[in-house]
């Protein structure tokens, strides 16, 4: 049953520290989009990648925050230094790119800066 | 850009009830378009989807939405919901590849 996995599940750090977040999208596809959850603003799209180039990463705070795809099966979402408005669930989805495709969700971190 | 409105934030609804839920989109091109529901605690599933043909969609557990494009909405629609239903739901629109999401409407089912 092809999933996205994404690590850890759960995070809790102080205030400062770095932190990554990985994801492992289906094999075979080409498209990645990382997304924030709070309960303020809902779902926010932070960045999203083709064929491992990152195509939009306007919503994402670029002085703390960056993405990366390392290679076809890993995305990375780092936060350095982290702060407690922080603390959210990223979730990260992936799809098989083209006109007609849907974005498969894993099952998120849950981030907690302290 | 794109953007997407969800016109209701909380819904309460008795078991049996007809269920719809706007949303509105904004995007001047092509768009792909989506209904996603997450129950408490779970990621992201994909209801219906609409990427072009007839504009009366049905997804999974009894769920429909229609696009009306000179609306440009996209609701979703249940003719008699169940309790666990309750959950949150999301209308998404994708365009030139980019998926946005809506605020979200938190469904809750009273049996």
């Known amino acids: 049953d092809a999933r996205v996995t994404q690590t850890p599940r759960h995070k809790v750090t102080e205030m400062g520290q770095e932190v990554t977040m990985r994801c492992q999208p289906i094999?075979?596809?080409?498209?990645v989009f990382w997304y924030r959850q709070t309960m303020m603003q809902g779902l926010e799209l932070l960045a999203y990648?083709?064929?491992?180039?990152?195509?939009?990463d306007s919503g994402m705070p670029k002085d703390r925050f960056s993405a990366e795809m390392p290679d076809a099966t890993l995305a990375t979402l780092k936060i350095q230094p982290s702060e407690p408005r922080d603390s959210a669930v990223y979730f990260c989805?992936?799809?098989?790119?083209?006109?007609?495709?849907?974005?498969?969700f894993g099952q998120g971190t849950r981030l907690t800066v302290v | 850009a794109q953007s997407v409105s969800q016109h209701n934030h909380h819904v309460i609804l008795s078991e049996a009830a007809s269920l719809e839920l706007g949303c509105n989109y904004s995007?001047?091109?092509?768009?792909?378009l989506f209904w996603y529901v997450q129950y408490p605690g779970q990621h992201l599933q994909l209801l219906l989807k609409?990427?072009?043909?007839?504009?009366l969609v049905k997804g999974i557990k009894g769920f429909e939405a229609e696009f009306i494009k000179s609306k440009f909405s996209f609701n979703l629609r249940k003719p008699s919901v169940q309790w666990s239903d309750t959950a949150e739901y999301f209308c998404?629109?994708?365009?030139?590849?980019?998926?946005?999401f809506g605020q979200g409407t938190t469904l809750q089912v009273k049996p």
């Open positions: 998404a629109v994708m365009g030139a590849g980019k998926l946005i």
């Open positions: 995007y001047g091109g092509t768009v792909n």
């Open positions: 990648f083709r064929n491992r180039a990152p195509l939009d």
């Open positions: 094999l075979g596809h080409n498209t």
């Open positions: 609409y990427f072009s043909g007839d504009p």
């Open positions: 989805a992936s799809g098989s790119g083209g006109s007609s495709t849907e974005a498969f």
